[in-house]
């Protein structure tokens, strides 16, 4: 056995998924070394998850990705639901498409783009930013130290197991599903419900996008327990969802061509469809979450952490919201600017959202739902909710994600500016927070954003951004501090005693409470009822 060892690493992620790629990305603007290691040959060939929220688009905005997703992605009037008895039924009913660009609530609304057109953007980002995304290694072993994580793992087209290699990194995170071989290792235990639906998912394709023209959407729903289709490109290439009955042997169906082909026959409604079998795969419909997303020196994102009902659309977005906040977390610490305890902040913070929307997509798989794009705008951290009930609406309370209001000129968003570090926002110029951030002994670099809100105009209302009322009370000497995913952190009003270390006005009172504040951030769990 060969045995190629490497130098230690800052972070391992084990899975090249839509969340390690941008996980990967994230680290790299902390200015980490960062390795990705995955089994499969190459990117996905199967769509699987195809969703992407509001959230998750500023999120891409943020690494500058907005405009290659959407390049990657279906047409925005295509997002919606179609019901019918079959794909051809002419008394379909069609919902209506999700609000796309005139949304208040955020600069970059939600797209459909498969997962297999959507890796591929994401690993040329993350490779062009530095990782080292490395395909066809299987992960093997894990073993924790006091400095660091060993790590082995061998090509997949070795299963025996030669030319074995070594890697060492300070943090091993798993990317790698809801099998997660990294989530075992450490022994983290899950807590749900399993086996809730099965389902065989087959990519074919077939020419039905003229008799789908004009009623194209994302997700076909076929009643008479029939499952549905999934758009990939409303023209050609298309996924089916076949619910599989308990006592159904999924394996010889899978494998019976002939079956399948006669199952999206009748789900079209087309009894000579000729069609292409392209790939299939069996999934399970599990509601279920990881006891800790931390052990140590490993940690846990997207479906290793949290696998959610698909009801929605949100599994994969919950995961990159855990790679936002995790990558800021690790870059302080492995910078040495926070301890570690601040990595069992992530675990408080994190699991509570990823629990709030399984109970969401849950609910989703007993009704017919609708797209809400909007529902992770509302993600919020202690002192805050996890989700905030209802309909989005902005706020600027602690925990919770600083709203969007357009600029003055209307090319950039309140969220945009400083965007992956500390910031402090302001409503317009302030020469005293300037010189406050400039002269305090801050544990780490600090941007600062003063607001030029754009005037709303007669009938176009809430074009400036629905956050503008909300931002705009920020009076003379008043600002927020926002962590660097996009959370407010704290309040600093322009006058008057904050709580903190001073409330002598000034340059040195506002430098004192900055440091305070992001001395908190930097620290260990807050109590959501602190």
């Known amino acids: 056995m060969t045995t190629v060892a490497d130098a230690q690493i800052d972070v391992l992620i084990v899975g090249a998924g839509p969340v390690g790629l941008t996980l990967a990305s994230l680290l790299s603007r902390e200015r980490l070394s960062v390795r990705v290691l995955e089994a499969h040959p190459g990117t996905s060939m199967h769509p ?153 998912s087959v990519r074919f394709s077939a020419p039905l996008g003229e008799a789908m023209r004009g009623r194209e959407a994302t997700s076909y729903f076929i009643a008479g327990g029939k499952g549905g289709f999934l758009a990939v490109d409303n023209d050609t290439e298309w996924v089916y969802q076949y619910p599989v009955g308990a006592g159904v042997d999924v394996g010889a169906l899978r494998a019976d061509g002939g079956a399948i082909t006669e199952l999206i026959r009748d789900a079209v409604g087309d009894p000579e469809l000729h069609l292409e079998i392209r790939d299939t795969m069996v999934w399970q419909m599990d509601a279920r979450i990881a006891d800790t997303y931390r052990a140590g020196r490993v940690l846990l994102a997207g479906d ?30 492995v910078r040495g600017e926070a301890s570690t305890a601040l990595l069992d902040r992530y675990t408080v913070e994190r699991r509570p959202v990823g629990a709030a929307v399984i109970e969401v997509s849950l609910g989703n798989s007993t009704r017919a739902y609708g797209i809400d794009d909007e529902l992770l705008l509302g993600t919020g951290y202690p002192p805050s909710s996890p989700l905030a009930p209802g309909v989005y609406s902005a706020s600027a309370e602690l925990g919770r994600r600083l709203p969007h209001a357009w600029l003055e000129g209307r090319d950039a968003s309140s969220l945009d500016g400083a965007a992956g570090q500390f910031r402090v926002v302001t409503g317009g110029a302030d020469a005293e927070w300037i010189a406050a951030i400039a002269a305090a002994p801050l544990a780490l670099p600090v941007g600062y954003v003063a607001l030029e809100l754009a005037a709303g105009s007669e009938g176009a209302g809430e074009l400036a951004g629905a956050g503008a009322a909300v931002l705009s009370q920020l009076g003379a000497g008043d600002a927020l501090l926002v962590r660097p995913d996009g959370h407010v952190a704290a309040h600093f009003p322009g006058a008057g005693d904050v ?32």
């Not at 009902?309 to 990558?327: F, Q, Y």
């Not at 409330?503 to 001395?519: D, H, I, Q, T, Y």
């Open 48 to 200: 699987k998850a195809r969703g992407i929220s509001a959230r998750s688009m500023e999120t891409f905005r943020s690494l500058g990705l907005e405009e290659a997703v959407r390049a990657a992605s279906l047409p925005g009037e295509h997002v919606r639901f179609f019901r019918g008895a079959n794909l051809l039924d002419p008394n379909a009913e069609l919902g209506p498409p999700l609000s796309g660009a005139d949304t208040p609530h955020t600069p970059a609304p939600g797209a459909l783009c498969s997962q297999d057109r959507l890796e591929p953007v994401l690993l040329a980002a993350a490779t062009a930013a530095g990782a080292d995304v490395r395909f066809g290694q299987r992960v093997t072993s894990l073993s924790p130290g006091p400095s660091g994580v060993a790590v082995r793992a061998h090509p997949r087209s070795s299963p025996t197991a030669q030319d074995e290699q070594s890697h060492h990194a300070a943090y091993v995170v798993g990317c790698d599903g809801a099998r997660s071989l990294v989530r075992a290792a450490v022994g983290i235990g899950l807590t749900g419900e399993t086996g809730l639906a099965r389902f065989l």
């Open 304 to 333: 290793a952490a949290h696998q959610t009902p698909p009801t929605g659309g949100h599994g994969m977005n919950v995961g990159i919201g855990d790679a936002e906040t995790l990558a800021w977390q690790l870059g302080a610490v």
């Open 499 to 530: 709580g903190r270390a001073s409330n002598v006005p000034g340059v040195a009172a506002k430098g004192a409470w900055l440091v305070a504040a992001l001395s908190e951030c930097l620290a260990g769990p807050v109590s959501r009822d602190a």
